[in-house]
DNA sequence: GCCT
DNA sequence: CAGTACG
DNA sequence: AGGCCGTTACTG
């Protein structure tokens, strides 16, 4: 038995590291190998020796159903039939990809069918769901009326079909459809226009140009007549004990694919091996041992080339021949065999195992809902993503984030787990490869889908406690209420960056580049939460001082880009966000929070351009009929316009929340605040500047509107200052920038100048 | 091809 | 970068 | 109308 100490728990739940084995090849040790197995595993044994598995569930089988399940495949032999000559159809154009997996899932489920289809009710069968779409419906219709589909019989002796299907499996018929020749549709294509059309013409244009075929196409050439045997349970079995032999005592060796579902015989053989340290170079290392041994005989894929890898992985050809002499009355082990052996660190092992464990379509069903979630899932791990478009309009993954910690603190050591934290039922095994698995996550989609956003699944951030300002604008808000009464007001900010040039074009005159020279977020009161000098790594080539009123001292001051873009984000995660322009302050930030959050003023369908173009300048004057911008931009000043801009029409733009995340998320978030909340809660100093606070609550008595909200705005973040304003030179400290240029900012130079009671007398 |  | 393979 | 798996991984 190789166990991994620390890895916990084997698949299956309890014990034993799935298929492992002894390591030295001796005929007691391999009597004795499956000896090892666990739960899960003599659970697939025993399905395999059993009656044919179940491959559905009982919902809508009667006791026919379950009597002729021995010989399932020939039930529907002839729709079968009809089928497949369209999925060998599609399966030969590179243009159909997606009719082709929908074939191809539609002869899967023909081949598992318990039951004959007789009728079009059958269709309606929780089973037949992939049948019972509109188009293929229609077809089932018509095989059921005339016994036959007229498109497949037209298409199924299709010469360019045929032709390319031979292409692209070499000619070897049967097993799962696709042989892994390395010739794909588009190669197949190529070949098929330069006039190959039959395998004898192919295996002629083999042997007559070396060229002809790439290194791997020709390994899987030479021996597509063994690959295209099956491998017995027995074989798998030896040649998993043979690679246990090349890993470190400690590693876990398991046998996955169809042999862990209990298939008696696999197409090829897959082992996950799970060991700690650099596993590419232990992937290197076992490889060149067996190579050495004559075990291994071909190679199609080996990590070696890629130092650093999350896992190393190789795969080729073997053969246990060298290593078992033949002996009379036993099976000799000539044939070769289609390996891969996959190397992971413990703590991708379950990741490792869901992957490999399961069907290409539940994979590829978890990694969607995974991803419907606001998850990326991998063999490699978990991670937050948001998708949508960029600002080329093409759908991707916008942002990742770092790989997610298990929540239970266990380190992902079981797949249950990874299951739990996506809010999914455990799936089991048998039902991962035979559409009851993905029937299953379709549905969970579908419930978490027409799901309203729950008050739980919204969240606020904190502000960061390291800033003053943004400190005593926190103590103001907390305790935030629930998003749902409050989110119109706390769940949104405002952001504005600026940026100098850095870099030098072609012309020599610099500002190639943009760089982050100042941050600001503000509230949706318009509070500052945020407003920072950024020091700029690169030498500065164009401040652009016109526009951003920056100099070299400004940007001395700053802080560094990574904490600016901390701070940034901090305030900005799970709310709305609005801004001007989003797309280049993200761009410099290398943030790109999901487009339901984001309201950028510069494309409101409820803000109408007007003759002066829809700048924020020129939108702030229409709608607010205020002026801004009048000499250099204040990324304050800006955040704040475009806040108001979102204001004046929020009721129409955001009539009811938008979803802002997962409970998931939600929870840490909740429990960051809290913290946060109790570490402010000792007092920020305040106090200094009281009396020029005082003036500016007066002048706040008296005005209106915009008016008000900023004396308001300057008389909080006077008071909340950590230190007594007493010179011009203060204001020009970034946690005042919000006073800005006008009245409020010539009232404190006075005040600090002739005291307070004489610009009161005056005014 | 199916689904939203 | 396109093509291909893996489950 | 447009997404449909993966910061998968390798080859040429």
Known sequence: MRHVVGLGEGRGGAGGGGASFSGFLSPAKVEHSTLGESPAMKRA??????????????????????????????????????????????????TEPWRERQYRKIVAVLKNLPFRITCLEDLNRPQCAVLNGGHTRTRVEEFLRRGKIQLAQNLQNDP?????????????QGGKGKYGSYVGTSTAEKWYDSGITTLPQLQHRIESDPTFLTHNQRVMWDFRSDFSQRVPRREVELIADVIAGVFPSSSVVEVMGSYSRGAPDCGDIDLLVTCHGDVGRRCSEAVE??????????????????????????????????????????????LHRRLDIKVY??????????????????????????????????DQGLRRATRGKNEKGEYGTLWEGPLLEDPSGCNWT?????????????????DRDNGIGVARLEAMARAQATKPAAEEDCFIVPTDPRSVVAAANLQRLAPLPSLAEGWRSNGIVALDCEFVGVGRNTSGIGGERNALARASVVSYSGDVLLDTFVKVEEPVTDFRIHVTGLTQANLDQGISFQEARDHVIRLLEGRVVVGHSLAHDFKVLNYHPPAVLLRDTSSCPHLRPGDKGKSLKALSEQHLGVKIQDGTHCSVEDARAALY?????????DPTPPVLGTSAKAEALDKHLTEAAENMAAPVATGHNEPLAQHFDRLAARSHHYAKDHYVRVSRTLRSLPYHLQSPKDLLRPELRCVGRGKAHADIVRMLHEGVNEVNKGA
Not at 162 to 172: D, P, R
Not at 304 to 322: F, K, T, V
Not at 645 to 653: A, K, N
Request: charged share 20%; proline share 5%.
């Open 45 to 94: 044994r025993v399905a395999a020796t059993g009656p044919k598995a179940e491959f559905f569930d009982d919902a809508g089988l009667d006791d026919g159903d379950v009597a002729l399940a021995g010989k399932v495949g020939s039930l529907n032999g002839e729709l079968l039939a009809e089928f497949e000559s369209l999925l060998a159809f599609y399966a030969s154009k590179k």
């Open 160 to 172: 360019r079909t045929v032709a390319i299907s031979m292409l692209m499996n070499f000619g070897v």
């Open 289 to 334: 041992a067996l190579t050495k041994a004559q075990f291994i005989t071909a190679t199609l894929r080996d990590s070696h080339h890629a130092p650093g890898a999350h896992s190393g992985q190789w795969m080729g050809g073997c053969r246990l021949a060298s290593l078992v002499p033949a002996r009379p009355g036993f099976a000799d082990y000539t």
């Open 345 to 378: 660190p413990p703590k991708f092992r379950a990741f490792a195992q869901l992957y490999f464990g399961s069907g290409q379509e539940f994979n590829r069903a978890i990694r969607l809902f995974a991803t419907r979630q606001g998850y990326t899932l991998s």
């Open 414 to 430: 079981t797949e249950a787990s990874i299951f739990e934290f996506l809010g999914l039922p455990f799936i089991p095994l048998e």
């Open 645 to 653: 801009l979102y204001r004046s029409v929020q009721d129409l733009w």
